[in-house]
């Protein structure tokens, strides 16, 4: 085991001569995704396995969910309908090239309810605009009906 200080190849410089002085068969190295460990694992140990550690995988899968979380809300600021469309579309494909199973499935129902979400260049109407109605009960407990408070359309 090694532990060593920064994320450079040159951090992992005293690492190698330990392997090499003690002639060790080392069958599997872990590290984080760097590409500077990738490839200095790579050349310094061809034959070892590499396997990326799950924090740092996970970490990563977070941060592409946040990112794209944050940049769909970017559609209502778009200034124009066909615009949103085009925004709209590449991001239903960068959710999909994600490779994360929960985007995949929004960039689907997006896309279903294209027109709807689209719509909203034509009928601007804001968000605080909209509320569950307090006396509809489903017989479920739930009140699924919504209704839009002051912004009655033609």
């Given amino acids: 085991m090694f532990v060593g200080d ?42 070892a396995k590499h396997v990326f550690d799950r924090f740092h995988i996970v970490k990563l899968m977070l941060a592409i969910a946040y990112y794209l979380k944050e940049d769909l809300g970017q559609i ?18 960068r959710a999909r090239a994600s490779g994360i199973k929960v985007l995949q499935t929004m960039a689907n ?10 719509n909203w260049y034509d009928f601007p109407i804001p968000r605080h605009a909209w509320t569950r109605m307090p006396c509809c009960d489903n ?10 408070r002051g912004h009655l359309l033609p």
């Avoid at 209502?76 to 590449?90: C, E, M, S, V």
């Avoid at 129902?109 to 689209?118: P, Q, V």
């Avoid at 017989?139 to 839009?148: F, K």
């Fill in 139 to 148: 017989g479920r407990g739930a009140r699924p009906l919504i209704r839009p």
């Fill in 6 to 47: 920064g994320k450079g190849e040159k951090s992992l410089k005293p690492f190698w001569k330990r392997p090499r002085g003690s002639k060790a068969k080392i069958k599997a190295v872990a590290t984080d995704m760097a590409s500077a460990y990738y490839s200095a694992v790579l050349k310094n140990l061809p034959n």
């Fill in 76 to 93: 209502w600021q778009q200034p124009n309908k066909t615009i949103a469309g085009r925004f709209l579309k590449d991001w239903c494909a």
């Fill in 109 to 118: 129902t997006l896309e279903g309810h294209r027109t709807g979400i689209l």
